[in-house]
């Protein structure tokens, strides 16, 4: 089991109030442990530490997520099914580099102005860009892609799948 770690960021210079990060240091994320993070401590942002392998199934679905930095998750491996289905203001460049698996549905109606890049994703299942909004999607090592992969994929410039 990991931790989370807490960072108190005064917001602006003189201010009484703080602004709260949070770090998360635990092997698997969890839909629970996101609930009850954003329940409970109101933070300003999100992120990850290298000791994160698994974002396990419908981690963020249907969250806005534009203070999830998944930047530092240079650990993640997995990405389990409905992760981040119906999540809004994803931002992913080079976020998942080192990702191999991911679930059923994991980006299912996701929106992102950003490029997806999956560099190790070698079997992309059923599902899993329908409907969903990047500006890019890459996953140049896919030895298999279902069409219902891609179904109703909207992308900003020309398909890279």
């Not at 974002?55 to 650990?75: E, T």
């Not at 890049?117 to 996953?139: G, H, M, Q, R, T």
Request: proline fraction near 4%.
């Amino acid at each position: 089991m990991g931790n989370i770690y807490f960072r108190r960021q005064y917001k602006k210079i003189g201010s009484n109030k703080f602004d709260l990060e949070i770090i998360i240091d635990t092997p698997v994320v969890t839909r629970e442990l996101i609930d009850y993070i954003i329940a409970n401590e109101h933070p300003i942002s999100i992120s990850f530490t290298e000791k994160v392998k698994v974002l396990d199934k419908n981690c963020f679905y249907h969250l806005n997520i534009d203070r999830v930095s998944f930047d530092s998750a240079i650990g993640l491996e997995e990405i389990r099914e409905g992760a981040f289905k119906k999540a809004i203001n994803l931002h992913c460049v080079d976020s998942f580099e080192n990702v191999n698996t991911v679930g059923k549905s994991a980006f299912e109606e996701c929106q992102s102005e950003d490029t997806l890049y999956l560099p190790n994703l070698k079997i992309v299942p059923e599902k899993c860009f329908e409907n969903a909004k990047f500006w890019d999607l890459c996953v140049p090592n896919a030895e298999q892609i279902p069409d219902s992969a891609t179904l109703g994929l909207q992308l900003g410039i020309s398909k890279s799948v």
